[in-house]
């Protein structure tokens, strides 16, 4: 048992679940986006949508969104500072189906970009992320996780753990889903350490590639 375990995360809220967590769910469509955010929408399941206003949850998902930590003291002025940010955004109840009760599908754009993140917050700030962009992934952000989406191909997640291995980066977890055969794969690679900017401008400009982003780890501990 961790000192996490027995006495929580540091937080700005009344609950782990449903502030904590529900601000790193933000918090990992914030660093998907890669962009200040313009609009969002955002769908609630469950607890989230039943009891998320008196906990914070609202609150905690929009700070998230606009970069702000769990114990950030701006997060229960969330809404206000959304405003002088130009993020406009729009909360609905949604019955997202077998999944935790305490779960959001955040989708957000900015300028130029659009992402979509399902995530569900497990209890004492934990998260799990279970979908990116429609594609199934499985990765709780409690390490820096890589991300990137392409053109599904032969050898391209060895290709992949190449880059990764030549940066000097161990690999902790992996998941990779398509939608189809030769269609679009999307691969989440938990790490000991954030890739070089290099390794990632490298994976960049392969022509299959479409998509690679680097989440940094947003958790305590």
């Not at 200040?36 to 914070?56: M, W």
Request: contains cysteine; hydrophobic residues 45%; glycine residues 12%.
């Amino acid at each position: 048992m961790s000192l996490l375990d027995m006495i929580g995360p540091v937080m700005i809220g009344p609950s782990s679940s449903h502030t904590a967590g529900a601000c790193r769910l933000g918090l990992v469509a914030h660093h998907l986006l890669g962009e200040a955010p313009r609009g969002a929408v955002i769908d609630l399941h469950a607890s989230f949508a039943k009891t998320g206003r008196g906990h914070g949850t609202h609150l905690a998902l929009i700070a998230g969104l606009l970069g702000m930590a769990p114990d950030d003291q701006r997060l229960p002025h969330a809404f206000a500072q959304a405003q002088e940010a130009g993020l406009t955004f729009e909360f609905r109840d949604t019955d997202l189906g077998d999944v935790h009760p305490n779960t959001a599908r955040i989708a957000v754009k900015g300028d130029t970009q659009a992402v979509t993140v399902q995530g569900s917050s497990t209890g004492g700030g934990v998260i799990q992320v279970a979908q990116v962009q429609g594609l199934g992934v499985n990765f709780s952000a409690a390490s820096p996780t890589a991300l990137l989406r392409y053109h599904d191909a032969v050898g391209m997640i060895a290709r992949i753990a190449s880059t990764i291995a030549a940066d000097g980066v161990n690999i902790a977890t992996l998941t990779c889903t398509r939608d189809t055969r030769g269609g679009q794969a999307l691969l989440a690679i938990e790490l000991d350490q954030a890739l070089s900017p290099e390794a990632l401008a490298f994976l960049n400009r392969w022509p299959d590639v479409n998509w690679v982003r680097m989440l940094p780890k947003l958790m305590d501990g």
